[in-house]
């Protein structure tokens, strides 16, 4: 569980992705110079595990030795909240169609408030 200002709740993909980013966790501080450089404190997590992750992560990133270009940023990015729980509303294309979604329906479960069609809003 994570805690902080929107009280406590299960660990989302972007903090999991944001921690197999940070070799810190695998015992390694900053060197202040733009690597790192091994740390007194123990790995939190395995660092073969770590390793093989972000060889994953990587190989979805890219195609072909290039860097994904389908990522998309939506008129309403970062701008629009759910009514109904304050959330941040996620963007999904489907059928040439981007709908709406709440966060809290996504991550939590715990809002009822359906998606909706960008088109609506624009």
Same mark, same amino acid.
């Given at each position: 569980?994570?805690?902080?200002?929107?009280?406590?709740?299960?660990?989302?993909?972007?903090?999991?992705?944001?921690?197999?980013?940070?070799r810190f966790f695998i015992g390694y501080?900053?060197? %202040?110079?733009?690597?790192?450089?091994?740390? =007194?404190?123990?790995?939190?997590?395995?660092?073969?595990?770590?390793?093989?992750?972000? =060889?994953?992560?990587? =190989?979805?990133?890219?195609?072909? %030795?290039?860097?994904?270009?389908?990522?998309?940023?939506?008129?309403?990015?970062?701008?629009?909240?759910?009514?109904?729980?304050?959330?941040?509303?996620?963007?999904?294309?489907?059928?040439?169609?981007?709908?709406?979604?709440?966060?809290?329906?996504?991550?939590? %479960?715990?809002? =009822?408030q359906p998606s909706s069609l960008l088109?609506?809003?624009?």
């Open positions: 569980m994570t805690t902080g200002t929107h009280e406590s709740r299960p660990f989302s993909k972007d903090t999991v992705k944001s921690i197999l980013k940070n501080i900053r060197d %202040g110079k733009g690597g790192w450089r091994k740390a =007194k404190h123990k790995s939190f997590i395995d660092p073969e595990l770590f390793e093989e992750a972000n =060889k994953i992560r990587e =190989k979805r990133i890219t195609s072909k %030795g290039t860097i994904r270009s389908d990522a998309r940023i939506y008129s309403l990015s970062g701008i629009v909240r759910c009514a109904e729980c304050g959330s941040t509303l996620r963007a999904f294309s489907s059928r040439g169609k981007v709908r709406l979604v709440c966060n809290g329906r996504l991550n939590r %479960g715990d809002c =009822k088109e609506t809003y624009e």
